[in-house]
């Protein structure tokens, strides 16, 4: 069982950046793959970027690719996203997920650990 909190949304003009933040209740932090996902309003919440219980292995939507870097920290038990280049359609609501390791794919469901969201919202 994890419990997952984000932090770090807020309004920042286009081209800004961000870092979110989302803390772990476990006492297992590195049993867990974690990710990132967001949905905008009217839209289906989407894949942004995951990574995997080593650190060793990333992956990332196409669409942030180069601009959103996600990294966790294992004495914190942390997963942070830096999110730089920002753009209006980066606008949404950012969710943390774990899900219990092995998970090569990086696929999460709905059954997996998830946050509460964090509003993102990029101004043009």
């Known amino acids: 069982q994890v419990q997952l909190v984000e932090s770090g949304g807020g309004l920042v003009q286009a081209g800004g950046s961000l870092r979110l933040t989302c803390a772990a209740s476990t006492r297992s932090f590195s049993n867990y793959v974690m990710g990132w996902f967001r949905r905008a309003p009217g839209k289906e919440r989407e894949f942004v970027a995951?990574?995997?219980w080593s650190a060793l292995g990333t992956s990332y939507a196409d669409s942030v690719k180069g601009r959103f870097t996600i990294s966790?920290?294992?004495?914190?038990?942390?997963?942070?996203?830096?999110m730089?280049?920002?753009?209006?359609?980066?606008?949404?609501?950012?969710?943390c997920a774990a899900a219990i390791r092995p998970r090569p794919t990086f696929r999460f469901?709905?059954?997996?650990?998830w946050g509460q969201g964090t509003q993102v919202t990029v101004s043009s």
């Open 72 to 82: 966790r920290d294992r004495a914190k038990k942390t997963v942070d996203l830096q």
């Open 109 to 113: 469901y709905d059954n997996d650990f």
């Open 84 to 95: 730089n280049n920002l753009k209006p359609e980066d606008t949404a609501v950012y969710y």
């Open 50 to 52: 995951a990574i995997s």
